[in-house]
C-alpha cells in the first residue's frame, strides 16, 4: 500500500514541511512522488492503488521518447524482411524526423498527433498517410499494454480523402505490343505475369518444378523481394496458391525454356549470366524501356499486368472471391474496391433484375384486364 510521509525542507530559505509518497510499481519496485500539500498526497496515494489494481496504472517518470518507442516497437515484431525495411523507414523519415519523435510518449496529446499527421499530408500520398497514422496507433496501442501511457493520443486523425483514379486495365492488343517490344530472353515474362496474374516477385522467383504442363497449373511458393536476389516466403499465407496455367502461357514458357534453359537452381526467368533478375533492374529497366517502346500510358508498369488479368477474370463472369484466390488476395474486399468498377454489364443486370421481381405482380392484372 502506498503511505505518506511528512519530512521537513527549505524553500527559498524558510523551512516548509513536504510530504512524500512511497509506493511500489506493478514491477515490484520501490517509487516516491513529493507533494507540497498533504490532500495531494493523499490523493495520489489512493489513486496509484486503485489504477494498478484496474491494470490502468501508468509510469509518469519515464522519459521514453515516441522514436525511442517506435524503434523498440518495430524490433520486436516479427516483420519479414521486406516490411521490416519499410516500417523502418517510415518510423526515421515521418516520425523520427518530426517533432513529434523528440516529444516524450506520455505527454504528446491528441491535437499534436493532429498537427503532424496535417504536416506530413504535405508530403505524402494520402494512402501512405493512413499507413502512417496506423502505424503510430499500433506503437500506442502497444505503449498502453505496457503501461507507458494511460491512453493513445490517436484518435479521431481526421486525414485528407484518399481520391484514388480508377483502374484502367491493358488490353490484350496492348499486352501483346508489350511483349513484342521485349527482348526476346523476356518476352515470356509479359505474358506469363498477364496469364497467371503474378506479382513482379513472384514472376522472377518462378522455378521449372513450379510449372506442372501436365495438369496446366503454377503453384506460387516464393517470391523475389526487392534489393535481393534471394527466394522468400510470399507476401501473405494465401499468396501461396495454385493457378491455372492457360495454353498461351504454357506455349510461351515452353519455347522460352527450349531457347534458355533455366538456371541450376530451376529459376525459369535468368539473366544472361544465369542469374535470377533483381527486381528493380526488371521493373525500371527492362520493363519500363518495353513499356514506351509499346507505345503503353506514362507510368505503366508490371504491376498493370495484375490489372489485366483481373479484368480479363472479371469480363468472363468470374465471381470477386475467385479472383481474389487468384490473385493471392486475403479476402474479396480488395478485389471489389479496385475492379468493382470493371464488371460487366451491371446496369443490364440490375434492370432485369427489377424487372423480373415485379412481373409476378404485374403479369396477373394484364390478364384479369383482357377479361
Given amino acids: 500500500m502506498a503511505s505518506v510521509e511528512t519530512r521537513p525542507s527549505r524553500r527559498n530559505g524558510r523551512e516548509v514541511r513536504v510530504y512524500d509518497v512511497r509506493f511500489r510499481d506493478p514491477d515490484g519496485r520501490q517509487r516516491k512522488k513529493t507533494f507540497g500539500k498533504k490532500g495531494d498526497a493523499d490523493r495520489f496515494a489512493a489513486t496509484v492503488e486503485a489504477d494498478k489494481l484496474r491494470g490502468l496504472y501508468v509510469d509518469h517518470s519515464d522519459r521514453t521518447t515516441v522514436a525511442e518507442y517506435a524503434r523498440s516497437w518495430a524490433a520486436a515484431r516479427p516483420h519479414r524482411p521486406s516490411s521490416a525495411r519499410r516500417v523502418s523507414s517510415l518510423i526515421e523519415t515521418h516520425i523520427a524526423g518530426t517533432r513529434l519523435g523528440d516529444r516524450r510518449l506520455a505527454a504528446v496529446r491528441p491535437s499534436e498527433v493532429q498537427a503532424w499527421a496535417t504536416d506530413r499530408a504535405q508530403v505524402l500520398a494520402p494512402s501512405t498517410l493512413r499507413n502512417l497514422v496506423s502505424l503510430l496507433r499500433s506503437i500506442y496501442s502497444s505503449a498502453v499494454l505496457d503501461r507507458l501511457v494511460a491512453a493513445s493520443p490517436v484518435v479521431r486523425v481526421q486525414l485528407p480523402r484518399d ?46 518444378e513450379d510449372v506442372d504442363f501436365l495438369r496446366r497449373t503454377v503453384r506460387v511458393e516464393w517470391q523475389i523481394a526487392p534489393g535481393t536476389q534471394a527466394r522468400g516466403v510470399p507476401k501473405t499465407p494465401r499468396s501461396r496458391r495454385t493457378v491455372p496455367l492457360p495454353a498461351v502461357v504454357a506455349e510461351a514458357l515452353a519455347a522460352h525454356i527450349a531457347a534458355f534453359p533455366p538456371g541450376a537452381d530451376g529459376s525459369i526467368f535468368t539473366s544472361s549470366v544465369g542469374a535470377v533478375y533483381w527486381q528493380d533492374f526488371y521493373a525500371s529497366r527492362v520493363f519500363t524501356a518495353a513499356a514506351k517502346r509499346a507505345g503503353l500510358p506514362a507510368g505503366t508498369t508490371s504491376h498493370d499486368l495484375r490489372h489485366h488479368y483481373a479484368s480479363v477474370l472479371l469480363a468472363a463472369g468470374e465471381s470477386v472471391v475467385a479472383v481474389a484466390d487468384r490473385l493471392g488476395h486475403e479476402n474479396a474486399t480488395l478485389v471489389l474496391k479496385t475492379y468493382g468498377h470493371l464488371m460487366p454489364d451491371s446496369e443490364d443486370r440490375t434492370r432485369r433484375a427489377v424487372d423480373e421481381a415485379w412481373c409476378a405482380i404485374t403479369a396477373p392484372s394484364e390478364e384479369s384486364a383482357t377479361r
Fill in 163 to 208: 481520391e484514388r483514379e480508377r483502374v484502367v486495365p491493358l488490353s490484350v492488343q496492348q499486352v501483346q505490343a508489350l511483349a513484342d517490344a521485349m527482348p526476346e530472353r523476356n518476352r515470356a515474362m509479359v505474358l506469363a505475369q498477364a496469364g497467371l496474374g503474378l506479382r513482379i516477385g513472384e514472376l522472377l522467383a518462378l522455378r521449372l
